[in-house]
């Protein structure tokens, strides 16, 4: 095998998955908001809420955890807020910074949001790739993952992103 041709499939194999990925986290983001009018980045910030010690993370800890700017956290707060899925609150150990806290209806619906995305989830991958086949897809996924935070934290301009003060 020339190295055009292994260029050409590793580029026609990162297509594949790239072009898969779009579409099933569209797929999985398209159910979720037809059943429960939870739009994906809704779906992202409860499922970090639910995770988190009583609820409750930091603003910035959120934001870090999320990958997100400062400015797209606050505007997906408020409007979730708006809602009641969530309230921000004063931070008890400092009094300056603000938590973000996950309400009862916050709850109820990454509960429903989670059943849904689970279901799909096993319908459309896991019984289409069987046991082994995941497992790769697993080990896969954290290989790039360790990949991708060390490029993350060996570039200037993703660290200054992310350390920006609240």
Do not use: F, N
Request: with cysteine.
């Amino acid at each position: 095998m020339t190295a055009t041709s292994t260029t050409s499939t590793s580029l026609d194999a990162w297509r594949a998955y790239a072009s898969t990925h779009e579409r099933l986290v569209r797929h999985l983001a398209r159910e979720i908001t037809r059943e429960t009018g939870l739009s994906d980045a809704d779906y992202i910030v409860l499922e970090a809420l639910v995770e988190a010690p009583d609820g409750r993370m930091r603003s910035r800890d959120l934001r870090l955890a999320l990958e997100w700017e400062k400015s797209r956290l606050s505007h997906q707060a408020r409007r979730m807020e708006q809602r009641g899925l969530l309230a921000r609150e004063t931070c008890a150990a400092d009094g300056r910074s603000a938590d973000v806290v996950i309400t009862q209806a916050g709850r109820q619906a990454a509960a429903r949001a989670r059943a849904i995305r689970e279901e799909s989830l096993r319908t459309l991958v896991l019984d289409t790739l069987g046991t082994d086949r995941v497992d790769v897809l697993a080990q896969t996924a954290e290989l790039l993952a360790a990949r991708l935070a060390r490029a993350t934290e060996e570039d200037p301009h993703c660290r200054a992103a992310l350390a920006e003060d609240d």
